[in-house]
């Protein structure tokens, strides 16, 4: 009797096989802009498919390494990565996943919306790129932070260049030193000390508790200027570099050595992401140059990167999830259960189709906070500039938890196999779950959305949008406008209510409950918008979306009998 090997065919192609993602790019970029991204895209694509998912499974299979010392004892602290690892920078910088909406000939091209076909290139990079992803989060959330007017023009030069390169031999990412161990998300608890030097640069002492992508050749990091006092407003960023070669303060070290006063001491051993080198790291007089007036308080320029970094991490938790139903979809139609295949089953179809809803919502959540960043860089447009300022924190909160729950349920959705490491099926529910985490927990990023409504006045264009929706989703469904009118007066509500005692614990506490209701509304308003625009998807997703999340009814026998159109 021969032994029985279920085969497991691969995905559709990212692109192609997207329909959600091809009729979003033609009603943001219009026909002609999409045609104009269509190479680039396919291109990607063809990569994804074929040497990167290659690669992606040697970085996994190669975590990285921490080589303390040399053969004659000096300390070197290099990090060393794999093949794959070192594929997928390559690629990312060949493909200008992060260089794109820099580029002037994209700008001519696209203007604002160059962020929208950025994003639906992670959208096509991220899933598989042994979370490379983060590295290119970070090099973009630092670009767009040294692209500020108030940063040095020689800093500007120096470095702006060569994070934006799309020529891998040239091409940087950049880390993230924020946060240490006695604070956390707490920056006003941060000890990093900055004082200044005679030729205008700084030098730094602290201790940095996770520094993601510490292979980098630079990184950002957040420090307390001499003299600037207690809290975390004045926190100045700072750019550190990582490498002997950038540092003139190492003047004949070798190309590779470490910065002077930059100490690697360990590297985190964490439950997912298990390719990216994430460290300990400790600075004692570390080389820095100051990324504005470190005399002005600092910490709102960082947020220009961490906005950045958080719309990347809704992108990360929405590539991930249709991938991951994508692999779960293509499972289904060969594993043959109770006489025919699994994709049959009303039960499982019901389950993907589900998955399918929270899928198309978290993409069009990403898909909005990328093309408000668009509109706000390209055309300091001061109505998205408003909208972003809550809508970064609830796309990141929101999608961020809706990929732990999917991943839970690709997993399960494989049986056995998906428990076992070497099918590649596990790495989805560990590495979603650094979603939630980095960039500002669920609980941080509520506390945060709450300080946008009661400081800010974040809450009048959201409402104003949902406002707006219900009059596009009318002709659809009037369910669906109804449903959507009813949740926008009961938000409209709460929000009066709590700008009357922001500080009440019954509204601390409730921060949770209202962001995830603002992130669940918007989304359906979004996906409403996309169906007026002509989506057929879009207006059933909008659909069974209102009436999970809204409503919170059961939504399996629609999913079961609409699984084809969903995915």
């Known amino acids: 009797m021969s032994r029985f090997v279920q085969p497991v065919p691969p995905p559709v192609d990212p692109y192609a096989g997207d329909g959600l993602l091809r009729s979003w790019l033609e009603r943001h970029l219009g026909p002609g802009g999409h045609a104009a991204a269509k190479g680039r895209l396919a291109d990607l694509a063809a990569d994804v498919t074929g040497p990167l998912r290659a690669a992606h499974a040697d970085a996994e299979a190669h975590p990285p390494t921490l080589v303390r010392y040399d053969p004659w004892g000096a300390r070197i602290d290099r990090i060393d990565t794999s093949a794959g690892w070192q594929a997928q920078r390559a690629a990312a910088a060949r493909h200008a996943v992060v260089a794109l909406p820099y580029l ?44 500020m007017p108030d940063v040095d023009a020689t800093v500007r030069d120096a470095w702006l260049p060569r994070l934006i390169s799309t020529d891998p031999a040239t091409a940087i990412t950049s880390g993230q030193w924020m946060t240490e161990s006695q604070g956390g998300s707490d920056l006003g608890r941060s000890s990093t000390l900055g004082r200044p030097a005679a030729d205008g640069s700084w030098r730094l002492t602290g201790e940095k508790w996770f520094c993601s992508a510490a292979d980098a050749a630079m990184a950002v990091a957040l420090a ?63 080389y820095a140059l100051p990324l504005g007036d470190p005399a002005a308080p ?95 924190p609830l796309a990141k909160l929101a999608t961020g938890r809706l990929a732990v729950s999917s991943a839970s349920e690709y997993v399960e ?49 959201l409402l104003s949008r949902l406002t707006a929706a219900v009059d596009l989703a009318r002709p659809l469904s009037p369910v ?34 209202l962001a995830l209701r603002l992130a669940h509304a918007l989304t359906t308003a979004l996906l409403v918008e996309h169906a007026a625009w002509g989506d057929e998807q879009a207006e059933l997703a909008a659909r069974l979306w209102a009436r999970r999340w809204l409503r919170h009814e059961e939504i399996a026998e629609d999913a079961h009998h609409h699984l084809d159109l969903l995915c």
Not at 359 to 371: D, P
Not at 420 to 425: A, C, N, Y
Not at 430 to 449: C, F, H, M
């Open 298 to 392: 600092g910490l709102v320029r960082a947020m220009t990167l961490v906005v950045v970094t958080r719309v990347h991490n809704a992108a990360a938790a929405a590539g991930g999830m249709r991938r991951g139903l994508a692999y779960a979809r293509a499972y289904a139609e060969v594993r043959h259960v109770a006489g025919g295949p699994l994709v049959s089953s009303p039960l499982h179809r019901a389950t993907l189709g589900t998955l399918a809803v929270d899928a198309a919502g978290a993409f069009a959540l990403a898909g909005h906070a990328f093309a408000l960043l668009g509109r706000v860089e390209v055309g300091a447009d001061p109505e998205a500039a408003a909208e972003l300022r809550i809508v970064a």
């Open 413 to 461: 959705s494989f049986g056995g196999a998906g428990y076992v490491e070497d099918t590649g099926v596990p790495r989805l529910l560990r590495d979603a779950q650094v979603l939630p985490i980095w960039e500002g927990t669920t609980n941080v990023l509520a506390l945060d959305v709450l300080r946008a409504l009661t400081r800010e006045d974040a809450g009048a264009p």
């Open 480 to 513: 669906l406008a109804d449903t959507l009118a009813t949740a926008a007066a009961q938000l409209a509500e709460t929000i009066t209510a709590v700008t009357v005692d922001p500080g009440a614990s019954a509204v601390l506490a409730g921060a949770r409950g």
């Open 224 to 286: 307390r200027p001499e003299g600037a006092g207690r809290g975390s407003r004045v926190l100045a960023p700072f750019l550190v570099p990582r490498y002997a070669v950038d540092s003139p303060l190492a003047d004949g070290a070798a190309p590779g050595a470490p910065a002077p006063g930059v100490t690697v001491h360990r590297l985190k051993d964490k439950l997912g992401t298990r390719a990216l080198p994430t460290a300990e790291i400790g600075l004692r007089d570390a």
């Open 104 to 147: 002037s000939d994209a700008r001519g091209t696209w203007g604002a919306a160059a962020r929208v076909v950025q994003h639906a290139l992670l959208h096509l990079y991220g899933p598989e790129s042994a979370t490379f992803s983060c590295p290119v989060a970070m090099a973009d959330g630092a670009a767009a932070l040294l692209s």
